[in-house]
Nanobody
Framework: QVQLVESGGGLVQAGGSLRLSCAASGRTFSSLTMGWFRQAPGKEQEFVTAISKSGATTSYTDSVKGRFTISRDNAKNTVYLQMNSLKPEDTAVYYC???????????????????WGQGTQVTVSS
């Protein structure tokens, strides 16, 4: 079993930055592929980004490329999401997710992840 706890959400003006953190426990962190998803009010959950076990490989949805950066510190059992140039359309609850099956082309799908955090709210005002 893996426990994931997100932090770092909040209210920010458009153009601002936030850094989300997700602390993991319960399993060797370096064995987990990590991802971030988000869900805006009235919309379906969507993939944001993922990072491989070593951190060598990342993937981003097109709408955040060049603005968001995912990273991980395996010594601290933590994955980060640095969000710059935030836009009102980035407003959502952001969820951290962990997968045990390794890096695949299907990592944009929520079903590929086995464990989820409780979510943290990000609100971007215009």
């Amino acid at each position: 079993q893996v426990q994931l706890v997100e932090s770092g959400g909040g209210l920010v003006q458009a153009g601002g930055s936030l850094r989300l953190s997700c602390a993991a426990s319960g399993r060797t962190f370096s064995s987990l592929t990590m991802g971030w998803f988000r869900q805006a009010p009235g919309k379906e959950q969507e993939f944001v980004t993922a990072i491989s076990k070593s951190g060598a490989t990342t993937s981003y949805t097109d709408s955040v490329k060049g603005r968001f950066t995912i990273s991980r510190d395996n010594a601290k059992n933590t994955v980060y999401l640095q969000m710059n140039s935030l836009k009102p359309e980035d407003t959502a609850v952001y969820y951290c997710a962990a997968g045990i099956r390794g890096w695949t082309s299907r990592l944009i799908a929520a079903m590929e992840y086995d464990y989820w955090g409780q979510g943290t709210q990000v609100t971007v005002s215009s």
